[in-house]
């Protein structure tokens, strides 16, 4: 099993009860990069999280996967393959273990403006 040491008042939970607390973007100015910061809840044990970026023409550009987190809050950066990817841009985030399957997804809108707006 593993336990988090942090906050006293989060107690971890098990897989089936992990969830996505929040998601935020932030692209880069150069639109071929973009800052995600994901929130997890507390966790009994390590995660693996999924996440596809689709555009407009649903087309791939972008994915990564991390087997194990080992924090419930990450900062991560996606590349995207093609400078001129067309917006909306649509983020698939899975969270889930070998043992349970998939416990919890979001899909988001991103936009690749300045202010990383998503709806």
């Given amino acids: 099993m593993y336990l988090q040491i942090g906050d006293p008042s989060e107690t971890p ?9 929040a998601v935020h973007f ?10 995600m910061l994901i929130e997890l809840t507390p966790f009994q044990s390590p995660p693996d999280i999924a996440v596809v970026v689709r555009d407009a023409r ?9 087997i194990g ?6 900062s ?7 400078p001129e990817t067309e917006e909306p841009l649509l983020v698939d985030i899975r969270v889930s273990y ?3 399957g998939l416990v919890d997804q979001l899909e988001e809108q991103l936009f690749l403006t300045e202010d990383g707006r998503h709806g």
């Fill in 13 to 21: 939970l098990p897989p089936d009860e992990v969830r996505i607390c």
């Fill in 26 to 35: 932030q692209p880069y100015p150069d639109r071929r990069r973009v800052r």
């Fill in 58 to 66: 649903e087309e791939e550009v972008s994915s990564l996967s991390i």
């Fill in 69 to 74: 987190a080992t924090e419930p809050t990450m």
């Fill in 76 to 82: 991560l950066t996606l590349h995207l393959r093609d």
């Fill in 98 to 100: 070998e043992e349970a």
